[in-house]
């Protein structure tokens, strides 16, 4: 068991099943007291080890986790406002879900090579799974309508 001493204002300790999620929360700690001005250190206590102090989360070696766009909020609402103003046919060869196709809302202009389209509605298209794995980054034509 790893038990860590968070110290700021106040004081408190927890308890962790493993080394990995002790120095993740202590990472997190240390980062969001950074962000609001706060000073701190907490001490990690490791069994039969001496007790290391942290004062800042570079002292640690994790990186921020990159949000995931197709999971993110403003995606999951301008993707279901695609397939209400575009249906749910493939622009390009024209199948649709009650035929048995999966359908994909595809960025015309990819993302890759244009970021600051990756919300626009205008820059989406309703493919089918086939037609959409068939198109790469470098194929740009707007199938539809």
Known sequence: MWSVTFQAET???????TENGALKAIWKWLKANEEQGIDGHAILIAPGCVPERYDDWLQL??????RDFYSSGKWK???????VKYGSRCSCCGITPEQGAT???????????????????????????ACNAGKSNLCEVQWRD
């Not at 004081?11 to 099943?17: A, D, E, F, L, T």
């Not at 070696?61 to 990159?66: A, D």
């Not at 609402?77 to 397939?83: E, F, G, V």
């Open 77 to 83: 609402i301008l993707r279901h406002q695609a397939l």
């Open 103 to 129: 359908m994909h809302v595809d960025h015309i202009k990819p993302r890759s090579k244009y970021p600051e389209l990756a919300l626009d509605i205008q820059n989406l298209q309703i493919l089918c799974e």
């Open 61 to 66: 070696p994790f990186t921020e986790q990159k």
């Open 11 to 17: 004081r408190r300790s927890k308890s962790y099943k």
